[in-house]
């Protein structure tokens, strides 16, 4: 069965620190495609990354970067420098193959508090 | 236009009551997805409209009843509902192209819905 944890319930942590969110997946699909969502308390979910199961390359994106790594089937999501606007719930999701018309597998969600 | 609409922003009903809820996206997707999520959980997945027509439905209620009109027009109809119906709907779309599987969800601000 697809599954997709993650541990951390909330985090919290002082403006300017690092931080890094795991994401641990399972999939018997050799083809997958995994993403992180951003849900500030606005309530729109903000689709930050995609990476399909074939391309293990990290990723960064400004103070934003991800570890893909297929031999522990985690895809980590760090924030360097965090920032008060960085405060949000954020999912890491798995995508079913081909035919089952995209259907998301959503963690839990993991709950960021940036305090200045 | 990268922006899916939902209207209404805030919508209270009582059990007997018929509403609706609308959503609407502009960037030619054929993909379109209502999501039921409650504080402090990630969305659950209820319909996926593909090409116009319902592609999943995750076993959701009769009382909960989807509509696609056009590719750019989704809505959810509501009726009886009863008060642990009471959530934030999220409705999201997609290109749609390639099953499904692989393409990012943009998603609408939700409607936060109470029933009493």
């Known amino acids: 069965a697809q599954k997709v944890t993650q541990a951390q319930t909330e985090i919290s942590v002082v403006e300017k620190e690092d931080v890094t969110l795991d994401c641990v997946y399972e999939?018997?699909?050799?083809?997958?495609?995994l993403f992180w969502y951003k849900q500030p308390p606005s309530g729109e979910l903000v689709f930050l990354i995609r990476?399909?199961?074939?391309?293990?390359q990290n990723e960064i994106s400004g103070r934003y970067s991800w570890n893909f790594q297929k031999s522990t089937s985690s895809f980590n999501f760090t924030i360097t420098a965090s920032q008060v606007v960085d405060s949000a719930v954020y999912f890491c999701?798995?995508?079913?193959?081909?035919?089952?018309?995209?259907?998301?597998?959503f963690g839990q969600g993991t709950e960021l508090s940036v305090k200045p | 236009d990268t922006e899916v609409t939902q209207t209404p922003k805030h919508l209270v009903m009582g059990m007997t009551n018929k509403k609706s809820l609308k959503c609407e996206q502009h960037?030619?997707?054929?993909?379109m997805y209502w999501y039921k999520q409650k504080a402090k959980k990630p969305p659950e997945l209820m319909f996926v409209?593909?090409?116009?027509?319902?592609?999943i439905n995750e076993s959701v209620p009769s009382r909960f009843s989807p509509e696609c009109p056009n590719s750019s027009l989704l809505n959810l109809h509501l009726h009886a509902l009863q008060p642990e119906d009471s959530a934030l709907y999220l409705c999201?779309?997609?290109?749609?192209?390639?099953?499904?599987?692989?393409?990012?969800?943009?998603f609408g601000p939700g409607t936060r819905l109470t029933v009493l």
């Open positions: 999201a779309s997609s290109q749609g192209n390639s099953g499904g599987a692989r393409d990012e969800q943009f």
């Open positions: 999939t018997r699909d050799t083809t997958y495609y």
């Open positions: 990476r399909n199961s074939f391309d293990e």
């Open positions: 999701a798995l995508s079913e193959p081909y035919n089952q018309g995209g259907k998301l597998i």
């Open positions: 960037m030619g997707h054929r993909a």
């Open positions: 409209y593909s090409y116009e027509k319902l592609s």
